[in-house]
């Protein structure tokens, strides 16, 4: 009856929470940003490791029973290693989009549209070669597209122009699938549904991961009962940035009433109200 927990460097991994809320209303929440610590995706491997291990450590000392790896940096450097050594199923972003790429495409090249770090960490593009082969994958950088997220550009021309400049060579390559691999990225899902066509499958990383979190936790016995009562949501951050409340509800598709932060080097706890 344990919540499940769910971590990422900021607040991408709200889209994550969102998806697993919508497909598991009866279970318990508990979201914790590293937002003191952000980016991971310009840090090298070693930190990641010990920042996630930290992250997955405070989110069991709440009596987790699952820890869902929401940062694509995290789970492409840390994931084995958090397996190894933390004591409740770990579950990461990264092999649920590939899994669901692999039966949506339809035997053309497979995309992947994502962070600097996440693209050079090249796991993505592993995981589909092992299956599909090097030449049917192609890999792009898509840094710009987190900041016009968080400052809310959804429907702005300014991102529809940076989307096509992106994920043109992607169309023009004629990939029948594209990976959007990043938690930020399910926010423009309409925007680059219209830029790639009706041909090509999006796979949202984020809808992806709350499956196969769903399927892990049946497997091991661990749902709540379905028709029980709604589950709670609880959020902690290592910092609380400027404008949480307006970004992260709008991640969210939810209001969120409160946060709590915490220092995870000295664990220090604060409750606050989310707009402060």
Request: charge should be negative; charged fraction near 25%; include cysteine.
């Amino acid at each position: 009856m344990g919540p499940i927990g769910v971590f990422d460097s900021g607040l991408g991994g709200l889209t994550v929470l969102r998806a697993l809320n919508e497909r598991l209303p009866a279970e318990d929440l508990v979201y914790f940003g590293d937002t003191a610590r952000l980016p991971y995706g310009s840090k090298g491997g070693r930190t990641v490791r010990i920042f996630a291990r930290q992250d997955s450590e405070f989110l069991c000392s709440l009596g987790v029973k699952m820890v869902v790896v929401a940062c694509n940096t995290a789970s492409a450097f840390a994931l084995g290693y958090l397996e190894d050594s933390i004591p409740v199923p770990v579950l990461g972003v990264i092999r649920p989009g590939v899994e669901t790429a692999l039966r949506r495409t339809k035997g053309g090249p497979v995309g992947v549209i994502a962070t600097r770090g996440t693209i050079t960490s090249g796991r993505y593009q592993a995981a589909l070669a092992a299956v599909i082969g090097e030449d049917r994958v192609l890999a792009r950088e898509t840094p710009l597209l987190v900041p016009l997220v968080e400052e809310g550009m959804i429907d702005h021309t300014v991102t529809e122009q940076v989307v096509e400049q992106y994920v043109s060579p992607l169309r023009e390559a004629g990939i029948d699938t594209l990976i959007l691999g990043c938690t930020h990225y399910p926010l423009l899902k309409d925007m680059l549904a219209r830029a790639m066509g009706p041909e090509v499958a999006l796979v949202d990383s984020a809808e992806a991961l709350a499956e196969a979190a769903a399927a892990k936790l049946a497997a091991a016995d661990l749902l709540r009962p379905a028709d029980g009562p709604a589950g709670k949501l609880s959020f902690w951050l290592s910092d609380l940035p400027w404008k949480f409340k307006e970004i992260g509800e709008r991640f969210l598709g939810r209001s969120i009433s409160s946060v709590e932060t915490v220092n995870l080097d000295e664990r220090e706890c604060d409750t606050r109200p989310a707009g402060q």
